[in-house]
């Protein structure tokens, strides 16, 4: 596992590793192939009373939301309009349920098998139900260890250059302070933007 991030690379402050994130190539393996792509766009969420976007703000510790309050590292995983999976990687110690939503990948490896997936060649991985169709993650993947044998992120990154930081994406249920923190991060020159 020379080559997948540690997990403790997961165990410090969340906005920390929203960025860390930007440049690294998230893999899966479903059904022996392999898809993969450089992950562009992440979102931060915060559990507890400090941000009430989270899951974990008002389901508290669930079946749903359990794997939030483990130690950072692990997937979770949820449906959402009844049909997009949504990827976050939990980022903090244990019983702090902060996550770091996976927004968007540039394309890497096995893009034919994306475009079959997704019934398209184009906009396989730009947005969070997009990308996760695209390499194959479903809810059988929840609670996985981000540097298994069927998903990982690369221990390598790529340079990024400039990163830019700005407000999160369709939490408009939030309260105005939720709205107004600027916990989503892209990499300003990346095909996604």
């Not at 009844?82 to 939503?101: F, H, V």
């Not at 490896?109 to 139900?129: F, S």
């Not at 298994?148 to 790529?158: A, F, M, P, T, V």
């Amino acid at each position: 596992m020379k080559d997948k991030i540690e997990i403790e690379s997961f165990v410090k402050p969340p906005i920390l590793t929203a960025k860390d994130l930007l440049g690294r190539t998230l893999s899966t393996r479903i059904n022996d192939q392999i898809t993969s792509g450089i992950i562009v766009e992440t979102e931060l969420y915060r559990g507890g009373k400090r941000d009430n976007a989270s899951h974990a703000h008002y389901y508290k510790n669930t079946d749903r939301t359990k794997i939030m309050f483990e130690e950072g590292g692990y997937c979770y995983i949820y449906l959402i309009y009844g049909m997009y999976y949504q990827l976050c990687i939990t980022s903090s110690r244990k019983g702090e349920p902060d996550a770091i939503l996976i927004r968007a990948l540039d394309p890497k490896e096995g893009v034919d098998i994306m475009q079959k997936r997704r019934k398209t060649v184009n906009n396989l991985t730009n947005g969070p139900g997009r990308l996760t169709q695209a390499l194959g993650i479903d809810k059988s993947l929840y609670g996985e260890k981000i540097n298994g044998d069927n998903i990982w992120i690369s221990k390598e990154k790529i340079a990024v250059g400039e990163i830019v930081k700005t407000t999160r994406i369709g939490i408009g249920y939030a309260s105005y302070y939720a709205q107004s923190l600027k916990w989503r991060f892209y990499i300003k020159k990346s095909v996604r933007f």
